[in-house]
């Protein structure tokens, strides 16, 4: 079945810094999306990606959608306390999902 | 917009009960809804995939006569655990999506208790 890799597994940075994260799948993608989790709660959609080699900002936020259709990557700028959270990401057709990355944000 | 409404958020009971949760989109209508399980500290796992009309179509290892989904409005899901025992207790979330390759928006989730 499809492989769908997640890392960092956690990061624990300081307020201010910026973040990277990463996804590599097994097969193609459609579509990538990412999501960020807070405890107790269900996922919000961040940000999603239609085209291979798109690039999409929301607020500090900025993903893109590898050449290869196999991979995604996450950064956070200027990270501050709120960002706090497990992001995951997850894509079509399969609709799973990364194994996430907790993040952490010493203020 | 793209709202989904899950219901109950909290449910407590003995073991051997039915418990039905639900899921609704709000402001869209949903052709397709997915349910997924999650344990502490891990990720979403997928548990099956219903599409309105037609009969879900189940992750490998999931059981469909213990969870039973309904999905009979472009805007209701619903997922019943049947005969819940203790092993059954964890966190389920269900989400809705509008048309193929659209994002899917997820709901608040349940945290099933089984005592």
């Known amino acids: 079945g499809q492989q769908l890799n997640q890392s960092p597994q956690s990061m624990f940075i300081q307020e201010g810094e910026d973040v990277s994260m990463n996804c590599t799948s097994s097969?193609?993608?459609?579509?990538w999306l990412w999501y960020k989790q807070d405890p107790g709660e269900g996922p919000v959609l961040l940000i999603a990606l239609y085209k291979a080699g798109e690039l999409t900002s929301n607020g500090r936020l900025t993903a893109q959608f590898g050449i290869t259709r196999k991979d995604s990557f996450l950064n956070i700028s200027a990270s501050i306390p709120s960002d706090v959270g497990i992001y995951f990401c997850a894509g079509h057709p399969s609709m799973r999902f990364g194994a996430g990355t907790r993040l952490t944000v010493k203020p | 917009g793209a709202v989904v409404s899950q219901h109950p958020s909290r449910v407590i009971c003995k073991s051997g009960t039915s418990v039905k949760i639900e899921c609704r989109s709000l402001?869209?209508?949903?052709?397709?809804m997915f349910w997924y399980r999650q344990f502490p500290k891990q990720s979403l796992m997928l548990m099956a995939t219903s599409n309105e009309g037609s009969k879900a179509t189940y992750e490998q290892g999931v059981e469909k006569d213990k969870f039973l989904i309904n999905h009979a409005s472009l805007t209701l899901s619903t997922l019943t655990v049947t005969s819940a025992h203790p092993e059954d207790s964890s966190f389920y979330i269900c989400?809705?999506?509008?048309?193929?390759?659209?994002?899917?928006?997820f709901g608040d989730g349940t945290r099933l208790s089984i005592l």
């Open positions: 097969s193609i993608f459609n579509t």
């Open positions: 402001d869209f209508q949903a052709t397709t």
């Open positions: 989400s809705a999506q509008g048309y193929s390759n659209q994002p899917q928006h």
